[in-house]
């Protein structure tokens, strides 16, 4: 019996993958379809654009659109907007991403603390903002921030938070109050899933909770970290909505204020091929600077 | 440890994509001169895109009229603020509605964009000329032959709208040149309020003035464009206004939004040099100031004179690829001719008409009760008359508005001055009409 069911268990387990290829199929194929369709096929689709120019005769005569090389991306590496706004955002991530990953750090050790009571609402009500969506958030903060209309007419009449020298640290206060909730809670679980066994041996050694805090929970929560940093230095780059709603309520905030609405302004002129080939730029760029980010913390880690 | 590192990569890669966004490019084919342009068999639904307050009661007197020819309105925000955009999205990827609004300034854009139908074979469009004012017909056809890509809707004379009440109450007498204006200005200030508001992004409002002065920032001939958004008018124009912000003499809220509303609503806020259609603006706006305010014309840059300027206008175009041109066309035409389509499109957005025989509805003679009962349509009609005809608008000025707008808004917030915004936004047009591969001379 032993000897019977070693030989056929290999028999068993190849006719078991056949068995399962439908059903893997049927797992896989909606995601890979819709990754394809609305995924590959449009950057695909934008790199192809981003290699076309338009040429025609006289101003209303028929344009064509014919292969220009990288003609788009010598304009894109000439466009001074674009440029300065990538320098804007970077500014802002280097300022604005520490302070927030920072405040979710401290927010998820306090409700990881034993000290704690209450957790539970805190938890909530920390992530709560996230909740909010982000065109609405900027909406409320906006008026929040308004000399005139806001209901703490006393500080805004006082500060302007809306000039040409603030208005990017308010944008940031506005993109930290929504996130902060969303990156504690990631750095939270990965709180959860340490082994309790490790506290117990750190109290055994007379370890006090800061002291726990700083020399087991932070190292063991790098990870979490890292990757919080990641998808924050992404969503950075990539800031559309605040800066597009806060253009109602500020004059500080240009057509060119992030990449993002540089290059959605560009596909309004339309010039749909520069917005392209923009958007690719911008995409490497945020690759590269994701990858190097990583590259550096592995690296610290390794070590 | 290696292969982690690249899925991690991989999947980066995949999250950084999401900044690519998907684009799609128009049809090329040459439009065609004058073809056909035959009734389509049985009922028929037309969409119309507009941001005409109040549009779809006009629209429902002619669908109640054609039972067949049905009109759906989809409303959006005005054409610079995201209604061309999506035009330009819908005509690349060829589902445009039947019918959009596009104001005169954007015309030129629509057409090299290849957005127009052409519907001068349709039944009784190329008869319909003399119906309107000369010069809004000549915008739609570019001055061609057998050629009309919209249909006049209204125009957009300027005016000053200004607070009768507070002036009175102050003892300023109103302004009737920009000299006086300024001097206005000072006494106004002296009270807490502002004359007015310097909106940093409606330059087609400050082309307006430019016009008023007599300048010009386009002109084409067989060599291709010139572009002067610096010209000696223009100039005179930017300092005027650089010289009243550096003053403090205006405000500088960023216009169409809550707060600009309040500072009207509250008598911050004394004028509004303006068009016509301004006058729904500070109704909807400001409805605590109503019954105080009067129109009077524009100030002038020489005592005596009776320039103005134009701001808007809007037409109603055949976009690109519709399927019923013949009913589109009959519909445009009907909506900007006839009398209760003018009259109700009047009552719900106080549009003044491009048609002549519009212009004598009984409406236009009324006293409006916003404005103290004055006849304000009056005003306006002397101001169309006193427009100089002959503006031509350049063929991308979604990227020349966006541009002079962020020279605009950092002269307002304090870095460069409105000249400056203009010198960049010469060099930034020129710059895009290359892109386009339009003609231009440096």
Sequence with gaps: ??????????????????????????????F???????????????????????EREGTFGPAVQVFGGLTQYISVFQNEPFWASIGRVLLFGVVQVPIMLGVALVLALLLDSPLVRGSKFFRLAFFAPYAVPSVIAAIMWGFLYSPNLSPF??????????????????????????????????????????????????????????????????????????????????????????????????????????????????????????????????????????????KLTQRRTAQ | ???????????????????????????????????????????????????????????????????????????????NGGTYQNFFNQLAAGNAPDLGQIEFDAMPNFRVQDGLENIAACEGILEAEDQFVPWTWSQVTFGEED?????????????????????????????????????????????????????????????????QAGGEWFSNDADGWTVDLTGAETTQVAEYWQGLIDNDLVAVYPPWTDEWNAAYNSSELWTWVSAVWGANTIASGAPDTAGNWAVAPMPQWEAGASAAGNWGGSTTAVLKGSDHPYEAAQFALWLNTDAD????MNRTANIYPATIAGAELPVFGEGVEFYGGQKIYEVFAEAGNNVDPNFTWGPTMTQVYNDVADGFSGAVSGSGTLLDALTAGQDATIAALKAASIPVKE
């Design chain 1, 1 to 30: 019996m032993a000897r019977d069911t070693a030989v056929r268990e290999p028999a068993v387990r190849a006719s078991r993958a056949v068995r399962h290829r439908g059903a893997l199929a049927v797992f896989l194929v909606p």
């Design chain 1, 32 to 54: 890979g379809a819709l990754f394809v369709l609305f995924y590959l096929v449009p950057i695909l689709y934008a790199i192809y654009q981003s290699l076309l120019t338009v």
């Design chain 1, 153 to 294: 007419t006393a500080v805004t009449g006082a500060v302007d938070f809306l000039s040409a020298e603030t208005v990017l640290w308010s944008i940031a206060n506005v993109v930290t109050w929504v996130y902060v909730g969303y990156n504690m809670l990631i750095i939270y679980s990965a709180l959860l899933s340490i082994p309790q066994e490790i506290y117990e041996a750190a109290r055994l050694d007379g370890a006090n909770q800061f002291r726990i805090a700083l020399s087991i929970k932070i190292p063991l929560v790098v990870p979490a970290l890292v990757l919080t940093g990641i998808f924050s230095i992404i969503g950075t780059l990539q800031l559309l909505a605040e800066p597009q709603v806060f253009q109602s309520f500020s004059n500080a905030v240009t057509s060119t204020f992030t990449p993002n609405l540089t290059i959605y302004s560009t596909a309004s002129v339309p010039n749909i091929s520069l917005a392209a080939a923009m958007s690719v730029v911008l995409a490497l760029a945020t690759f590269v600077l994701s990858f190097t980010v990583l």
């Design chain 2, 1 to 79: 440890m290696a292969i982690s590192l690249v899925a991690r990569a991989g999947a980066i890669a995949a999250i950084s994509a999401l900044a690519l966004t998907a684009c799609s490019t128009g049809g090329t084919d040459a439009p065609g001169a004058s073809g056909d342009c035959a009734p389509s068999d049985g009922p028929v639904t037309l969409t119309f895109t507009s941001w005409l307050p109040g549009v779809e009661e006009a629209v429902e007197i002619w669908n109640e009229e054609n039972p067949d020819i049905q009109v759906e309105v989809q409303t959006g925000p005005n054409g």
């Design chain 2, 147 to 211: 050629a009309v890509y919209a249909i006049p809707q209204d125009t957009g004379p300027m005016a000053m709208f200004y607070r009768a009440d507070l002036f009175e109450a102050a003892g300023i007498p109103v302004p009737t040149t920009w000299e006086e204006y300024e001097a206005a200005a000072v006494q106004i200030r002296a009270q807490g309020g502002y004359i007015n508001n310097f909106s940093q992004s409606d330059i087609n409002a400050f082309a307006g003035l430019v016009w």
């Design chain 2, 341 to 344: 389509a003018l009259t109700a």
